[in-house]
């Protein structure tokens, strides 16, 4: 299993990137899949979450704000983050675990495979 994140980089406070991880060595019709975020001194959070249903998980932070999607046929998954502020500032992780649960408890405890992150800079 191996995990891609790419789209990371500086933005200013309001704006967008779209976080994009491709997923090899398994299929994600059985599979939740997400991002976690982990700013410097701060433990690691979940971010977002998406299961092969379609089925999405929110941090309530980033809710109305960020979006997810996945291509199963290009395993892949997105994160789509609009207005961007400074405590979005944080390395994000791919990671990813064969369905067992709900949606929102691999979202927190629950990811079996992870990738390297991407830096997010939300600053002015």
């Known amino acids: 299993v191996q995990l891609q994140a790419s789209g990371g980089g500086l933005v200013q406070p309001g704006g967008s990137l779209r976080l994009s991880c491709a997923a090899s060595?398994?299929?994600?019709?059985?599979?939740?899949i997400g991002w976690f975020r982990q700013a410097p001194g701060k433990e690691r959070e979940g971010v977002s979450c998406?299961?092969?249903?379609?089925?999405?998980y929110y941090k309530d932070s980033v809710k109305e704000r960020f979006t997810i999607s996945a291509d199963n046929a290009k395993n892949s998954v997105y994160l789509q983050m609009n207005s961007l502020q400074p405590e979005d500032t944080a390395v994000y992780y791919c990671?990813?675990?064969?369905?067992?649960?709900?949606?929102?408890?691999?979202?927190?405890?629950?990811?079996?495979?992870w990738g390297k992150g991407t830096q997010v800079t939300v600053s002015s």
């Open positions: 990671a990813t675990a064969r369905y067992r649960y709900s949606v929102e408890w691999h979202c927190t405890v629950g990811m079996d495979y």
């Open positions: 060595g398994f299929s994600l019709d059985h599979y939740v």
């Open positions: 998406i299961n092969n249903n379609g089925i999405t």
